[in-house]
């Protein structure tokens, strides 16, 4: 039998998660689009200036493009956020998002404070955002060092960053401590849950509740 609240027309939500590299947001998302079954989320696939690293796919993860066709999106107003982090642009592209909150699609958003601050003030009443903050700075520094992907020089660079990327922890409306992944994981899942359910997000209600009150009982 179909549940009935799963027919009730639902705008699409824009899930933010934000961290300093190497608190785990990059970790939990990759759980949260592989649970297809309870969450069907979609990724919201960014573009960057950014260097590929050996284990991204282009489109897949980002899309990696040049400073100048950066430049030309963004002036001409179509990305609905965009930061310069470390040294390189990320910016999300605005068609894709708004026509998938139209149809009821929840999208995944894998961005820092920069672009979440954009989006909040922008599309405020879609978005959810989640900060994920390590259990301590020596915790963070090691899963730096075990991720191999970056130079030393880099990962000092992370480290000295963070820093002001936590203070930004008040501006989320949830979060988290990544102590354990599971646990973490299932906070955020949790989450995504109650919020699907929030009145403000479910404009099919309107008729739903007018169906029951119309209703006639033998």
């Known amino acids: 039998m179909l549940n009935a609240s799963n027919s009730i027309k639902r705008r699409g939500l824009m899930l933010v998660l934000s961290s300093p590299s190497g608190a785990g947001k990059s970790t939990i998302a990759r759980l949260l689009l592989n649970d297809k079954e309870k969450l069907e989320l979609s990724l919201s696939i960014s573009v960057t200036t950014r260097p590929r690293r050996a284990s991204e796919i282009d489109g897949v993860h980002y899309h990696f ?24 642009f990320y910016g999300t592209p605005r068609e894709a998002a708004e026509n998938a909150l139209a149809d009821g699609q929840d999208m995944l958003f894998d961005i820092d404070w920069q672009g979440a601050l954009q989006l909040q003030d922008k599309m405020k009443g879609d978005v959810v955002s989640i900060f994920i903050l390590p259990p301590s700075m020596a915790d963070l520094k090691l899963r730096l060092h075990r991720r191999a992907e970056d130079t030393e020089e880099v990962i000092d660079m992370r480290l000295r960053n963070a820093r002001n990327e936590i203070e930004r922890w008040r501006s989320y409306d949830y979060v988290i401590v990544n102590k354990d992944l599971e646990r973490a994981y299932h906070e955020v899942q949790s989450i995504v849950t109650a919020e699907r359910l929030r009145r403000d997000r479910c404009p099919g209600l309107f008729d739903f509740v007018s169906g029951l009150l119309d209703e006639k009982i033998d």
Request: overall charge negative; glycine content about 4%.
């Open 65 to 88: 493009i040049s400073v100048r066709e950066f430049e030309r999106l963004r002036d001409s107003d179509e990305l609905i956020e965009w930061a310069e982090v470390h040294g390189n």
